[in-house]
C-alpha cells in the first residue's frame, strides 16, 4: 500500500494558479498543494481561503505557502507565472520575454535545492518555456511537460460534441502543433466510434462540416474569453488537474500535450503539442501519428515558429 502523500506545488498564485489549486482541491487530486509567490500577503490569504474549503472535503489535505526552493519532496511543480497582461493585439508569444526571466531565476534554484519531481509548465509562451525549463533543470525530458494544445483539443472535443449533441468523450479527435496561432486539428485522425466525424456530421447535421471554420474558433475562444473577462482561468485550471491526476494515477492515458521531441515526427530539441501517454514517470511515450501531407506541413511550420522563439530566449 503506498502511503506516501502526493504532493502538489503552485508556483504563481494569480487566477490560474488559484484555480488549478481549487480544482486540484475539489477533485482530491492530491494530499498536499504548496503554494508559492513573491507576494506574501496575497498567497497567505489564498492558503486560508483554500484551507477553508478543504474542511469540506470528505479527506485531509493540507495546504500551505513555502518558497519554491523548498522544494526536494514536491511530486510536481505547477509553473503558472506570468510576465504581465496580454495588451490589446497581442499574442501569446508576446509574453515570452518577461516570463522567460522569471523562470531564469526559479528553476535553477529549484535543482540546486533538490528537486526531482515533474515540472508543469501552465504559463505562456507554453511551448517555449517547456523547453527552457526543460534545458534549465537538466532533467529527463520525461519529467518537463506543458499542459500545451490539451485545452484546446478539449475545446474542439467540446465543439463538435455540441454539434453532434453527443458526449465529448465519444470525440477522439486531437489539436497538435504550438500553443498558439500556428496549431490545427488533426482531421485525417478524428472520429467518432471509428467512423470520420466530418461523415457522422454530415449525416447528423445534413451540411458538411467547416473544418477551416471550426479550428479558427476554437483557436481564438481563449483569446474572446480573455477579452471579456480579462483573464482565463478555470479551463487551463481543469487542464492542470486532469494533467496531475493522470499522472498521479499512471493512467497510460494519451494526453495532447506538450512534450519535448528527440526524433519523433522528424524533430528534435523543441518542445510542441502532441499526444503523449502519461505515467508516474511523467511521459511515457510519444506517439507518433501518421499525418496527411498538409498536416505534416502544418506541423512542420508550428515548430519552426516554436524554434524561432526559443532563439528569443534572454
Not at 233 to 252: D, P, Q, V, W
Request: glycine share 8%; hydrophobic share 40%.
Amino acid at each position: 500500500m503506498n502511503t506516501k502523500a502526493r504532493k502538489v506545488m503552485i508556483i504563481g498564485t494569480g487566477n490560474v494558479g488559484v484555480s488549478a489549486a481549487y480544482a486540484l482541491l475539489n477533485q482530491n487530486i492530491c494530499e498536499e498543494l504548496i503554494l508559492v509567490d513573491l507576494d506574501k500577503q496575497r498567497v497567505e490569504g489564498h492558503c486560508q481561503d483554500l484551507s477553508d474549503a478543504a474542511a469540506y472535503m470528505p479527506g485531509m489535505m493540507k495546504i500551505s505557502t513555502r518558497e519554491a526552493r523548498e522544494c526536494a519532496d514536491v511530486d510536481i511543480a505547477v509553473i503558472t507565472v506570468s510576465g504581465g497582461a496580454l495588451k490589446p493585439g497581442q499574442s501569446r508569444l508576446d509574453e515570452l520575454t518577461n516570463t522567460a526571466r522569471i523562470v531564469a531565476k526559479i528553476v535553477p534554484d529549484m535543482m540546486s535545492n533538490g528537486f526531482k519531481g515533474i515540472f508543469l509548465i501552465a504559463t505562456n509562451p507554453c511551448d517555449i518555456i517547456t523547453w527552457q525549463v526543460w534545458k534549465l533543470s537538466g532533467l529527463p525530458r520525461s519529467q518537463v511537460i506543458g499542459t500545451g494544445v490539451w485545452l484546446d483539443t478539449t475545446r474542439l472535443r467540446r465543439a463538435l460534441a455540441e454539434a453532434l449533441d453527443i458526449g465529448a468523450q465519444s470525440i477522439d479527435a486531437f489539436i497538435l502543433g504550438e500553443h498558439g496561432d500556428t496549431q490545427f486539428p488533426v482531421w485525417s485522425h478524428s472520429s467518432v466510434y471509428g467512423s470520420p466525424v466530418a461523415q457522422v456530421y454530415q449525416r447528423k447535421v445534413g451540411k458538411n462540416l467547416d473544418m477551416t471554420g471550426l479550428a479558427e474558433k476554437v483557436r481564438k475562444q481563449g483569446f474572446e474569453i480573455y477579452a471579456r473577462k480579462g483573464c482565463t482561468e478555470y479551463g487551463i485550471a481543469g487542464t492542470i488537474a486532469e494533467i496531475c491526476r493522470n499522472i498521479f494515477t499512471g493512467s497510460h492515458r494519451a494526453l495532447a500535450i506538450s512534450c519535448i521531441l528527440d526524433g519523433e515526427y522528424g524533430e528534435t530539441d523543441v518542445a510542441v503539442g502532441v499526444p503523449a501517454v502519461l505515467a508516474q514517470s511523467g511521459v511515457q511515450q510519444v506517439i507518433e501519428l501518421q499525418l496527411a501531407a498538409d498536416e505534416q506541413q502544418k506541423f512542420a511550420h508550428s515548430v519552426a515558429v516554436i524554434k524561432a522563439n526559443i532563439q528569443r530566449l534572454p
